[in-house]
């Protein structure tokens, strides 16, 4: 079955940097997008970005460019999430997610990783 | 494009029949998908292009609209139905998210 992994829950400093990852499997990994979203504590889910796990090409929320780097390692299935320049607006749970055949619908999603921004 | 749900939060009953509205600030062509979230957990998708069952999703949910004006309604609610839900855009490469209607027990 489908499944996505990511890693564990992070603590950082404002001004630092913060990479998560989400480990696929069950699927073939060039076939499907790979999306980030993240939700703030109480917030609803902000789309973040993707990357096309066949090409490595990304397409970034407007919010976030510039801050946000996103790469897969098509050897062992995984894609990465790093964030730079963290604030404290960064504090919020950060999910990869599939990006499914039809309409972009995001289909299977990790279990989500929390990442903390504070000094 | 932004898209706006409504209402914000709602109340009701076991049995009672539900309709979300979600409008998108320019005609969005079927890209929108609803997702249903549960505290602590990863959004479930629930309805792809403005009116596709997602595998699984029980018929009680169901999708409508096109353009900018969409619905999801819930036929006749149940317990494992009060959660939040959330619309998603995806007609622009850059996706986005309504700001969810919480669905309370009245």
């Known amino acids: 079955q489908v499944q996505l992994v990511q890693s564990g829950a992070e603590v950082r400093e404002p001004g630092a940097s913060v990479k998560v990852s989400c480990k696929t499997s069950?699927?073939?990994?060039?076939?499907?997008?790979i999306h980030w979203v993240r939700q703030a504590p109480g917030e609803g889910p902000e789309w973040m970005g993707r990357?096309?796990?066949?090409?490595?090409?990304?397409n970034v929320a407007e919010t976030l460019q510039g801050r946000v780097t996103m790469t897969r390692d098509t050897s062992i299935t995984m894609v990465y999430m790093e964030l730079n320049w963290l604030r404290s607006d960064d504090t919020a749970v950060y999910y990869c997610?599939?990006?499914?055949?039809?309409?972009?619908?995001?289909?299977?999603w990790g279990q989500g990783t929390l990442v903390t921004v504070s000094s | 494009i932004q898209v706006t749900q409504s209402p914000s939060s709602l109340s009701a009953s076991v049995g009672d029949r539900v309709v979300i509205t979600c409008r998108a600030s320019?005609?969005?062509?079927?890209?929108l998908n609803w997702y249903q979230q549960k505290p602590g957990k990863a959004p479930k998708p629930l309805i792809y292009?403005?009116?596709g069952l997602q595998s699984g999703v029980p018929s009680r949910f169901s999708g409508s609209g096109s353009g900018t004006d969409f619905t999801l309604t819930i036929s006749s609610l149940q317990p494992e139905d009060f959660a939040t839900y959330y619309c998603?855009?995806?007609?622009?490469?850059?996706?986005?998210f309504g700001q969810g209607t919480k669905l309370e027990i009245k």
């Open positions: 997610a599939r990006g499914g055949p039809v309409a972009g619908l995001l289909d299977n």
């Open positions: 069950g699927y073939t990994f060039s076939g499907y997008y």
């Open positions: 990357i096309n796990p066949n090409s490595g090409g990304t």
């Open positions: 320019q005609s969005i062509g079927s890209y």
């Open positions: 292009s403005a009116n």
């Open positions: 998603q855009q995806t007609y622009n490469v850059l996706s986005t």
